[in-house]
């Protein structure tokens, strides 16, 4: 199969690449290869910041600059970090510059039924959606936004431990580039020293007996400033302050999280959840603590035992013990 590989060929884009250096760059540099006038650059540039959030400065005498350099996403140096069999397996790469939702764009597109392998990855999201319909901050340039779309021939009560399985991908990706020491939460949180550093939303459609369509976005906290920080309703961290995250190229981050993500997929048609039992307690950041889970005005108390082989979420309230599956559930540290 020969991957349909699309990105933006927009003006914008053009002085993004430009800019992306952080170094400054004359109203005259710019504006002779796009052909505009020093003053039309001026008033694009204006219009740019504001659109996609970015900070642009402008020196007098001297030109423009990016307050904060960027390594912008390039398909070729994404594909070099898959493998000949996840490159064999990817129908389509899509590569935007803005969009509402990566995860919402993939199920708006109108994709066969049995269409696979579709990546969608944006270096902005206007919209980005969280678990729960909590917003997911996704400023320019700087973080992973990530989604794929695959098919299954299962039926989508077969996939109730994916979430978790492409959790610890994600983790074993972060591990084998040099990123020690996150943490998993139930469902499919990813901690670092209880802050959260990365999230998957997954969005499950199929018949009853199968087939199904999967939808899995994957965000990533890179490198997020102060100001887009503070919107974060929870906890959080990002690569650039963690022990070994520092310097990842982007564009070889997440090559390496879609050869992750895409072996994952595979793996689990093959095999399903349960060879993953017992790894994913390793890396269960609550595992033998006391928890608390809420579903609605519900609250449910017990200590943390990992999970099954479903994916299930395992406690021990008063000696005995329940499990939990997903949907609206989250968990929480008891004061
Ligand atoms: C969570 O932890 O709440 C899940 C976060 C998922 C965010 C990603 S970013 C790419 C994809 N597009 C979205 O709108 N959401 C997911």
Avoid at 186 to 198: E, H, S, T, V, Y
Avoid at 296 to 301: A, D, K, Q, R
Avoid at 318 to 330: A, C, K, M, P, T
Wanted: proline share 4%.
């Amino acid at each position: 199969m020969s991957m349909r590989i699309s990105t933006t060929s927009s003006l914008d884009y053009s002085l993004l690449r430009h800019l992306a250096d952080g170094e400054i760059h004359s109203g005259e540099q710019l504006a002779e290869p796009l052909g505009l006038t020093r003053a039309g650059i001026w008033k694009r540039l204006k219009d740019l910041a504001g659109r996609f959030d970015l900070q642009i400065e402008a020196l007098p005498a001297r030109g423009y600059r990016l307050r904060h350099s960027l390594e912008l996403l390039e398909p070729e140096r994404l594909l070099r970090a898959m493998s000949p069999a996840t490159l064999a397996s990817l129908s389509e790469l899509h590569l935007l510059l803005q969009v509402d939702s990566t995860n919402t764009w993939l199920g708006t597109q109108g994709y066969a039924a049995d269409t696979s392998g579709v990546v969608c990855l944006a270096e902005h999201q206007t919209a980005g959606r969280g678990r729960l319909g909590r917003r997911w901050i996704s400023p320019f340039g700087a973080n992973v936004y990530l989604s794929i779309l695959w098919h299954y021939d299962l039926p989508p009560v077969a996939l109730s431990g994916l979430s978790l399985a492409l959790g610890l991908a994600v983790i074993q990706s972060l591990e084998s580039l040099g990123v020690p020491g996150v943490g998993l939460k139930w469902p499919n949180d990813l901690l670092w020293q209880g802050r959260k550093i990365a999230g998957l939303l997954l969005e499950v459609k199929g018949e009853f007996a199968g087939p199904s369509r999967i939808i899995a976005g994957l965000g990533v906290n890179t490198r997020i400033d102060a100001a887009h920080g503070e919107a974060i309703e929870q906890a959080w961290v990002d690569l650039e302050h963690i022990p070994g995250g520092a310097g990842i190229a982007r564009n070889q981050l997440v090559g390496c999280l879609i050869e992750a993500l895409v072996t994952e997929f595979q793996r689990f048609a093959r095999e399903g959840f349960a060879p993953l039992v017992e790894v994913w307690r390793s890396h269960d950041a609550y595992l033998g603590q006391r928890v608390q889970l809420s579903r609605g005005e519900h609250l449910v108390e017990g200590i943390e035992q990992g999970v099954n082989e479903s994916g299930a979420l395992l406690l021990e309230c008063e000696g005995e013990r329940r499990s939990f599956v997903g949907g609206e559930l989250s968990l929480r540290k008891c004061p």
